[in-house]
């Protein structure tokens, strides 16, 4: 048994804002609750949940995480792209070259994503969500396949990628040179313990598996404070 991916959380410093960007770029529906922040609900079965709660931290550099958008057409993507500015995204620049055909944003928090061209055969099937791309080691995506039960379905020159049995997005990492990391994360994983499951159990499985616990971070009642191999947070859902 392995921990369920309950949500993909980001911080905010206007939560609300922030979630109405991502419903209107994602045509997820909205679902304020008062101890969650603001969820955006998966549209099937195979999606997860988009959490946006308060957050003093600043933004320092590029995420570690952002999401790929995919396109059916170059007509799709430009549509995209114009819904996002529309609703208050921006192009910025990242060092990618001209020649690139992906069109890189930020959403009005300067969260980086990406709409990615037609064509891209690696996110077939995966959904309007192609994947959350993030930097990290081999070792942090072996983690993850582990945490989650969901088997790599990439692994090739240090990069990996993992996929829920029940499809959806990619969780992709692309190997070394892994950017230091600088404060907080903005972007964050909520895990649930399985079900029936003692959730110290799966804290303790977890530690063995590469994470570190954090008794003393400021984490939120109800939640155990974590990191991963490669230092990023996530949180686990505990009793009360």
Same mark, same amino acid.
């Given at each position: 048994?392995?921990?369920?991916?309950?949500?993909?959380?980001?911080?905010?410093?206007?939560?609300?804002?922030?979630?109405?960007?991502?419903?209107?770029?994602?045509?997820?529906?909205?679902?304020?609750?008062?101890?969650?922040?603001?969820?955006?609900?998966?549209?099937?079965?195979?999606?997860?949940?988009?959490?946006?709660?308060?957050?003093?931290?600043?933004?320092?550099?590029?995420?570690?995480?952002?999401?790929?958008?995919?396109?059916?057409?170059?007509? +799709? &993507?430009? $549509?995209?792209? @114009?819904?996002?500015?529309?609703? %208050? /995204?921006?192009?910025?620049?990242? #060092?990618?070259? *001209?020649?690139?055909?992906?069109?890189?944003?930020?959403?009005?928090?300067?969260?980086?994503?990406?709409?990615?061209?037609?064509?891209?055969?690696?996110?077939?099937?995966?959904?309007?969500?192609?994947?959350?791309?993030?930097?990290?080691?081999?070792?942090?995506?072996?983690?993850?396949?582990?945490?989650?039960?969901?088997?790599?379905?990439? +692994? &090739?020159? $240090?990069?990996? @990628?993992?996929?829920?049995?029940? %499809? /959806?997005?990619?969780?992709?990492? #692309?190997?070394? *040179?892994?950017?230091?990391?600088?404060?907080?994360?903005?972007?964050?994983?909520?895990?649930?313990?399985?079900?029936?499951?003692?959730?110290?159990?799966?804290?303790?499985?977890?530690?063995?598996?590469?994470?570190?616990?954090?008794?003393?971070?400021?984490?939120?009642?109800?939640?155990?404070?974590?990191?991963?191999?490669?230092?990023?947070?996530?949180?686990? $859902?505990?009793?009360?």
């Amino acid at each position: 048994m392995t921990s369920q991916l309950l949500a993909v959380c980001l911080g905010a410093s206007r939560p609300l804002r922030l979630a109405r960007f991502w419903s209107g770029l994602l045509g997820r529906e909205l679902d304020d609750r008062p101890r969650d922040g603001v969820v955006l609900l998966p549209t099937d079965g195979t999606g997860f949940r988009i959490r946006v709660a308060p957050s003093r931290e600043q933004k320092v550099g590029q995420n570690r995480m952002h999401f790929d958008l995919t396109s059916a057409s170059l007509e +799709d &993507q430009q $549509q995209t792209v @114009a819904r996002a500015l529309a609703l %208050g /995204g921006q192009h910025i620049d990242v #060092g990618q070259s *001209p020649q690139d055909e992906h069109v890189v944003l930020a959403d009005p928090e300067g969260n980086e994503f990406c709409v990615i061209e037609p064509g891209n055969t690696f996110l077939a099937d995966c959904g309007f969500i192609g994947a959350l791309a993030c930097d990290g080691s081999q070792a942090v995506g072996y983690f993850w396949s582990e945490a989650l039960g969901w088997p790599l379905v990439w +692994d &090739q020159d $240090q990069e990996t @990628a993992i996929r829920s049995p029940h %499809g /959806g997005p990619k969780f992709t990492w #692309g190997g070394p *040179p892994v950017a230091p990391k600088s404060g907080r994360n903005r972007l964050h994983f909520d895990l649930a313990p399985p079900a029936h499951a003692d959730p110290q159990a799966e804290v303790e499985r977890l530690v063995s598996l590469g994470a570190t616990r954090h008794d003393t971070d400021r984490g939120e009642a109800g939640w155990v404070a974590m990191t991963d191999p490669d230092g990023n947070e996530f949180r686990v $859902q505990a009793p009360g």
